[in-house]
T-cell receptor, first 111, second 117 residues
């Protein structure tokens, strides 16, 4: 089992749609969680951190459920510019500070 | 946010040559940097942790004699792919950690696309 697993995707949605991505992690001792966005042939960029209390940044909402070891990202009112790969990222204490990336979920937003 | 640069952004080389990739933190000091590799349509895979002033820590399956890492200063880490072969062709990305009170954030370099002919 992979340490971080994501929806396989791709997601094809029309502009204005709401789309949700899910992610699960296997190490219950994981300490911090993030969603990154990666555009084609570019480096990943931090989209938002994920906290137990949940957090919202404009059209983006992230949730963390430690009991279920589950992370989600909700994008409302999708824009064409949201098309990218979304990476679920978990910092695991195993072997010291170690960042584990999910395989990513590809999103295509169409006009 | 913090800025991390990489050089070169792309390189094409012949099989058997060595390629050096530089990773610099431009506006902060980074005692720890990471080197990742990403094959097409796959996620980033951590290759090694680069520690300033000490030996790098390599992930399982990564040959330390093939991928030489030198973290000579608090702002520079280099990855040298020795005797590169076509299967080493990949997107190599470095990152540096900025320690925060709530959590640690990684800032990524723009990546280096290596093509070995």
């Amino acid at each position: 089992r992979k340490e971080v697993e994501q929806d396989p995707g791709p997601f094809n949605v029309p502009e204005g749609a709401t789309v949700a991505f899910n992610c699960t992690y296997s190490n219950s001792a994981s300490q911090s969680f993030f969603w990154y966005r990666q555009d084609c042939r570019k480096e990943p960029k931090l989209l938002m951190s994920v906290y137990s209390s949940g957090n919202e940044d404009g059209r983006f909402t992230a949730q963390l459920n430690r009991a279920s070891q589950y992370i989600s990202l909700l994008i409302r009112d999708s824009k064409l510019s949201d098309s990218a790969t979304y990476l679920c990222v978990v910092n695991s204490p195993t072997g010291g500070f170690k960042t584990i990336f999910g395989a990513g979920t590809r999103l295509f937003v169409k006009a | 946010g913090a800025v991390v640069s990489q050089h070169p952004s792309w390189v094409i080389c012949k099989s058997g040559t060595s390629v050096k990739i530089e990773c610099r933190s431009l506006d902060f000091q980074a005692t720890t940097m990471f080197w990742y590799r990403q094959f097409p349509k796959q996620s980033l895979m951590l290759m090694a942790t680069s520690n300033e002033g000490s030996k790098a820590t390599y992930e399982q399956g990564v040959e330390k004699d093939k991928f030489l890492i030198n973290h000579a200063s608090l702002t520079l880490s280099t990855l040298t792919v020795t005797s590169a072969h076509p299967e080493d062709s990949s997107f190599y990305i470095c990152s540096a950690v900025v320690r925060g009170r709530a959590s640690d954030e990684q800032f990524f370099g723009p990546g280096t696309r290596l093509t070995v002919l």
